[in-house]
């Protein structure tokens, strides 16, 4: 049994008056111990399934209307609020994008870590304990930056707050959403190396959500490629970057420069992932794609396994 499963998923969001799906049959699975990365643009749906896993989104304005989400052999969607909370932090910790804005301001970081240890238990909402979580996360001189305000700290070192919150108490699943925008190259290479550091020694499974393959390339088991609402690409990391079946994860490799090869032009996607309610009625990719046909945008590709545990959503996957 997996840790996670999500099981053909379908959340939607009240727009105008209406309900406009966001999500659409998302299926995935996080192996006890496993890394697995979920790709794509922005706005393509990553972050709302990732939230979803732990019921983060506010109902209304979204709602859940198909799937299931289990974890650990439970449904999530059947949960009463009561058994969320155990669910939220002991068993499925959150590293959100951004943390200048997702710490509170008005708080030193040493009160919020201690906020999430007192959940845990108690005992453990001392100065001692606090000071222990940041040094996990490589935070020099942990007493005094215990004190100090997130505005006193870099953007790395309130990147490694979040996480030292989100593992305070000691989760089974860490979901990281875009853990490193925003931050400088050498600082988002520090920030990954911590975060599978953390989760080897802390043995937990991890969501990682990105839109950078490279990133995906250096930390992943499991790669699901994501756009427009739909999984299109599924596989393990090494073989998906080296033979991608999807014109749409060809596209993604193309667009990334790599170091040590001749300088060349960069293959640009052309347009934009499509906004909600305006998804094209066969293939969602079939606008931008380069070996569309004309029956791409007249119907729906189906998921298929060309090689075992290794899928894609194209009728027509690329050899």
């Known amino acids: 049994m997996s840790l996670l499963e999500i099981d053909q998923l379908q959340i939607d969001f009240r727009l105008r008056g209406d309900w406009v799906r966001a999500v659409d049959g998302v299926s ?14 922005s706005g393509c749906g990553k972050s709302i399934t990732a939230l979803s896993v732990a019921r983060l989104l506010h109902t209304p304005p979204a709602r859940y209307s198909g799937g299931q989400i289990r ?4 449904d999530v969607l ?10 939220r932090g002991p068993a499925v910790g959150y590293v959100f994008q951004d943390p200048g804005t997702s710490l509170n301001p008005v708080m030193t970081v040493g009160s919020q870590i201690r906020e999430a240890l007192y959940l845990k238990d108690p005992n453990l909402a001392n100065p001692t304990e606090v ?13 005094r930056r215990a ?19 989100a593992l305070a108490q000691e989760p089974r699943l860490l979901i990281a959403d875009e853990p490193t925008t925003a931050l ?18 802390r043995g937990m ?12 390339r250096s930390v992943a088991d499991q790669v699901l490629v994501m756009y427009a609402g739909q999984i299109v690409e599924a596989g393990p990391v090494a073989e998906l970057l080296a033979a991608p079946r999807h014109p749409y994860t060809r596209a993604l490799i193309a667009s990334v420069p790599e170091l040590g090869h001749a300088t060349h032009r960069l293959q640009g996607i052309p347009g934009v992932v499509p906004s909600l309610g305006h998804w094209n009625a066969g293939c969602r990719f079939a606008p931008r794609c380069n070996q569309a046909r004309p029956e791409c945008s007249v119907n729906a590709p189906g998921w298929t396994e060309p090689t075992p545990g290794h899928g894609v959503r194209c009728p027509y996957p690329i050899n």
Not at 71 to 74: I, L, P, R, Y
Not at 131 to 143: K, Y
Not at 184 to 201: F, S
Request: aromatic share 4%; hydrophobic share 45%.
């Open 28 to 41: 995935l699975r996080v192996e006890a111990g496993q890394t697995v990365c979920l790709v794509g643009e």
């Open 71 to 74: 974890f650990d052999g439970t």
């Open 78 to 87: 059947t949960l009463p609020e009561s058994d969320l909370v155990r669910l």
């Open 131 to 143: 000071a222990r979580r940041l040094e996990w996360v490589g935070i020099p001189d942990p007493e």
């Open 147 to 165: 004190r100090d305000y997130p505005h006193q700290m870099s953007g790395g070192m309130q990147q490694r707050v979040m996480i030292a919150m």
């Open 184 to 201: 400088d190259v050498t600082i988002q290479a520090q920030i990954l190396e911590l975060l599978v550091d953390m989760k080897q020694r």
């Open 205 to 216: 499974a991890m969501l990682l959500i990105t839109h950078n393959l490279g990133v995906a």
